[in-house]
């Protein structure tokens, strides 16, 4: 069946330093979304991706695609405390409107 | 616009009871889907239901069962209760036109525990 492997499961991190959590599909994916859930609360969409290759920017935030759509990675620069929480990806075949999530990366940042 | 709300926010039962949880997508989504969420699963798709019909389903046990009503709006039941049923149970709303992958807009979740 479709899995959605994410890595790492936890990463601490220095304030200013980088962080970048990856995502695996075992299957070729229609698209992929990314979600954010800090603690206590719920996921929050934050971006969708459907070209392979693409390359999506949110300020600090850099999202990408891989060239055969089962793979993607969210990288952020230079963190700060609020990036705190857990990023999920979700990914849904090119069949059907089910999303299928990641196991998360449940980022720390430490002061 | 109103988020998506879901009712009630907890809840305790013990084994063998059954649960219905509520959920209010958001104004004009017609596509309602339910997660279950614990520390050592992450989100496990439930079911979806558009227009009234499931969609899709998850690998969840009968026990597990869901409606969706005219008004989109959804319920999710669970019968005799298991221990290991106790999670976050979130749902999620999204325009659900078609086959498109619109986004998922969650709610704050049912924390159900059963003891």
């Known amino acids: 069946g479709q899995q959605v492997m994410q890595i790492p499961q936890y990463q601490h991190v220095q304030e200013g330093e980088d962080f970048t959590t990856y995502c695996n599909s075992s299957?070729?994916?229609?698209?992929i979304q990314w979600y954010k859930q800090r603690p206590g609360g719920h996921p929050v969409f934050l971006i969708q991706l459907v070209k392979s290759g693409e390359v999506k920017k949110q300020k600090r935030l850099t999202f990408q695609f891989g060239e055969a759509k089962k793979n993607s990675s969210l990288h952020i620069t230079a963190t700060q405390t609020t990036d705190v929480g857990t990023y999920f990806c979700a990914g849904s075949q090119p069949t059907g409107n089910q999303f299928y999530f990641g196991t998360g990366t449940s980022l720390t940042v430490i002061p | 616009k109103a988020g998506v709300t879901q009712t009630p926010r907890y809840l305790i039962k013990t084994r063998g009871q059954q649960v219905t949880l509520s959920c209010s997508p958001i104004s004009g989504h017609r596509s309602v889907s339910w997660y279950q969420q614990t520390p050592g699963q992450g989100l496990q798709f439930l079911f979806e239901y558009f227009s009234e019909t499931q969609r899709n389903k998850g690998n969840f046990p009968g026990r597990f069962s869901g409606r969706q009503f005219s008004n989109s709006r959804s319920e999710m039941n669970v019968s005799t209760l298991e221990l290991g049923d106790s999670a976050l149970y979130l749902c999620?709303?999204?325009?659900?036109?078609?086959?498109?992958?619109?986004?998922?807009?969650f709610g704050n979740g049912t924390r159900l525990t059963v003891t």
């Open positions: 299957t070729t994916l229609s698209n």
């Open positions: 999620a709303s999204s325009l659900g036109r078609g086959e498109d992958n619109s986004p998922l807009h």
